[in-house]
């Protein structure tokens, strides 16, 4: 079969790497850098590239099953970002953006934590947080034999997935674990390779600290994917754990957890060529997609998305600058909104700039010629097969994606009615007893979604989307219910007269028999206008992506392997898939374009060349002035400064937020948090000119808990260490 074909091209493709790594003076750094590597693998080919790089450790240090490793300290945090631990009590790291949600959850206008931060003084002090856990990988097995077991040449594709789909419920039911651990199975190079995860889920995980947004998301949304950059982006929780130190639920009488490896915090700093490895969850990248894939995602996909972001940011931006309650009640989805619409817009630009298309159907050319001289017969069609396929998917992609940003994401009351929708399908499907486990859990989902609604400012929002998907949506996917529609007039009318817009008469909707809460839902303006636009979505659009990316898929999986055979000595790493990966690189600046040069370092200094007194993107503290203007720093200044960020060539994408950036000899010597504009294209094409990962100088961390906030207790919880010393 192909899979093992594919094997002996992965052991090939590491031999030859490792041979040629011996070689070093023959090596441009910038070829081994990129890539999202699993942590189980890296001996050979990926130790020596570390090392290559300046890297004192060996694989082992990094992840071992039998022994305290790096990998021990390392958490999925929330379930999309990444944390690490950083004492002996379970003290845990991440972002500010990571912890957002929780520390929103425990803010008011009277209790402002989002604006004045929140320090937790002792272990009573910290605040414990419902649906927030803490995810550690303790084992990783290649369970690829038997995911293929039965699976044949001769299958058609969706009897192979539903085959593979039974054989990966049997691998993750009979994994050999204990009985707090769960065990989940992940495909690896587009379906060739699957792996098997052992994880333990902490659920006790309590809020310790976070600056005030004014240092947390300094710079806040201009800022965001830019350099230079100076944001404070940390917030600090604990992990709980029960009395034999297992994972529990909130109880008053959970302690804090003893983890078997917790990162020493270095106070030396970085250079430029130093060392840097990221350990963290990526969540997708898709760096093997051909080239008419990448032109229809910037050229098609990516335009129509920002177009409606950008529309709804603006409406919802107006409103949080007039009101408090609602800019507390809308700082976080304005924040993960406004996240991807930026990230879009500088993935177009940098898949422009590097000229990344071209470069594919440079390698394509490439490859169709070293098929056809070696008579690679299975491969012949790869391509064309592609333009076909995206050819024939293009109007359902873009229609997706505009039911997605608009009746899913953006128009919160849209939201609501396809959530009730389920319930009437649940209904239809499974009876009463679907219907009362769906009513059940829709209504936990609107007990969270009501607590941050203001039907005031989504009225507007929902007016001009809703024109904007009748505008511009493909035609065949527009319901009849938006055909010569007054928008205004239509948004006057449902914001009026339906009871999804309050909580309480959303619960009073949904009460009574199925019959009755079916009957009631179908009288609903806001219901009835939604129903057309998701029935179309369940019955029509998107059975018609699913059957087109399944046969998309099938051909993804044979190019992955094609690829690898065809091109043996090209590094192929897998793509990010929410599972736990380390990338290495080093501190370096860049060039984004002609005349600019950006150097490693940000420094406080630019946090006060860019102060605009009450701002909500570029205040400054009182107190932050004073410790700069003292230049009280500490045992955490620089040179008589205070690094604020630095940059480094890692390769990042969404779900490696707060992941630490370690050193050479395995200590934490910042907090990723961010990629600069021209680089958000490495989710598509990497390029190490380019690429360069932002992260927090770990002594910005250090300096604001103990010269800002006094919070000494948690810095003697560290092992704060001098390596260059």
């Known amino acids: 079969m192909k899979q093992i074909k594919l094997y002996f091209f992965i052991a090939t493709i590491f031999l030859s790497l490792s041979i040629s790594a011996q070689k070093a003076e023959k090596i441009d750094t910038r070829d081994i850098q990129g890539g999202m590597w699993v942590p189980s693998l890296l001996e050979g080919m990926n130790e020596q590239e570390m090392q290559l790089l300046g890297s004192k450790m060996t694989a082992k240090d990094i992840y071992d099953v039998n022994n305290s490793s790096l990998k021990d300290a390392i958490a999925h945090f929330a379930g999309g970002c990444t944390s690490e631990i950083i004492s002996p009590n379970g003290l845990l790291l991440t972002n500010h953006h990571c912890g957002f949600g929780a520390i929103q959850s425990h803010s008011s206008v009277e209790h402002d934590y989002l604006k004045d931060g929140f320090w937790a ?8 947080n419902e649906r927030l856990s803490a995810t550690f990988i303790k084992r990783i097995d290649d369970v690829t034999t038997q995911v293929f077991e039965g699976v044949t040449n001769d299958m058609d594709e ?3 997935m539903s085959l593979i789909s039974q054989n990966i419920n049997k691998v993750s039911n009979s994994a050999q674990k204990e009985a707090w651990q769960d065990a989940n199975v992940k495909s690896f190079y587009k379906g060739n390779q699957y792996l098997l995860f052992v994880t333990e889920e902490f659920k006790d995980v309590r809020l310790v600290g976070a600056p005030p947004t004014s240092i947390g998301k300094f710079g806040a949304d201009t800022d965001n994917w830019m350099w230079p950059r100076h944001t404070g982006d940390f ?11 297992r994972p529990a639920t909130y109880s ?9 490896h917790y990162l020493p915090i270095s106070l030396d700093g970085v250079e430029e060529n130093d060392f840097t490895l990221v350990f963290g969850f990526p969540g997708r990248t898709n760096e093997y997609l051909p080239a008419v894939a990448v032109d229809q995602i910037v050229n098609v996909l990516n335009p129509a998305k920002i177009e409606v972001r950008e529309n709804a940011l603006k409406i919802i931006d107006s409103y949080m600058r007039k009101d408090a309650d609602l800019k507390i009640k809308y700082a976080s989805k304005y924040a993960s909104t406004a996240n991807y619409w930026k990230k879009w817009i500088g993935e177009d630009q940098g ?3 590097t000229n990344a298309i071209a470069i594919k159907k440079e390698l394509e050319s490439e490859f169709s010629k070293i098929v056809k001289e070696k008579d690679l017969v299975g491969y012949t069609t790869l391509l064309s097969d592609f333009e076909k396929l995206y050819k024939e998917i293009e109007s359902v992609s873009l229609a997706r994606d505009y039911w997605i940003e608009i009746a899913y994401r953006n128009v919160e009351l849209l939201g609501i009615t396809f959530r009730a929708f389920q319930i009437e399908q ?15 859990n829709i209504l936990g989902n609107y007990e969270g979604t009501y607590k941050n609604y203001s039907a005031l400012v989504d009225k507007p929002v929902f007016e001009k989307l809703v024109a904007l998907y009748a505008e511009k949506a493909p035609k065949e996917y527009i319901p009849a219910n938006m055909n010569g529609v007054n928008f205004s007039t239509l948004a006057n009318d449902i914001y009026a007269t339906s009871k999804l817009t309050s909580l309480e008469d959303a619960k009073e909707l949904l009460s009574g028999s ?5 009957k009631k839902l179908n009288n609903d303006s806001a219901y009835k206008f939604g129903k057309e636009l998701h029935t179309i979505f369940y019955n029509k659009l998107e059975p018609k992506f699913q059957e087109l990316n399944l046969q998309i898929e099938a051909v993804q999986k044979e190019y992955m392997t094609a690829l690898m055979e065809v091109f043996p000595n090209k590094r192929f790493f897998p793509d990010a898939n929410s599972t736990l990966r380390v990338n290495y690189g080093m501190v370096q600046g860049y060039n984004p374009k002609d005349g600019v040069t950006y150097t490693t370092k940000t420094y406080l200094k630019g946090v006060m060349e860019k102060y605009v007194p009450g701002d909500y993107e570029f205040d400054v503290s009182k107190k932050l002035q004073d410790l700069y203007n003292t230049k009280d720093y500490g045992q955490y200044g620089e040179n008589g400064k205070m690094p604020v960020n630095f940059l480094s060539t890692n390769h990042m994408t969404g779900g490696n937020s707060g992941s630490p950036m370690i050193d050479a000899h395995g200590n934490m010597i910042g907090l990723a948090f961010d990629t600069t504009w021209e680089g958000t294209m490495s989710d598509l094409y990497f390029d190490a000119d380019i690429v360069r990962s932002i992260s927090v100088d770990i002594r910005y961390v250090l300096f604001i808990i103990d010269k800002y906030a006094g919070a000494k207790n948690l810095i003697d919880e560290m092992t704060l260490v001098h390596p260059k010393k």
Request: glycine share 6%.
């Open 121 to 128: 003084m002792s272990y009573e002090e910290e605040l414990p």
């Open 158 to 160: 969706a009897a192979k």
């Open 235 to 245: 917030s600090m929780f604990r992990v709980y754990a029960d009395e034999n130190n």
């Open 252 to 260: 008053k009488d959970n302690k804090p957890y003893k983890p078997n």
């Open 351 to 353: 898949i422009h700039q």
């Open 426 to 440: 649940a209904y239809l499907k499974g009876g009463e007893q679907g219907f009362e486990k769906a009513r059940q």
């Open 514 to 518: 199925a019959e009755e809460v079916i």
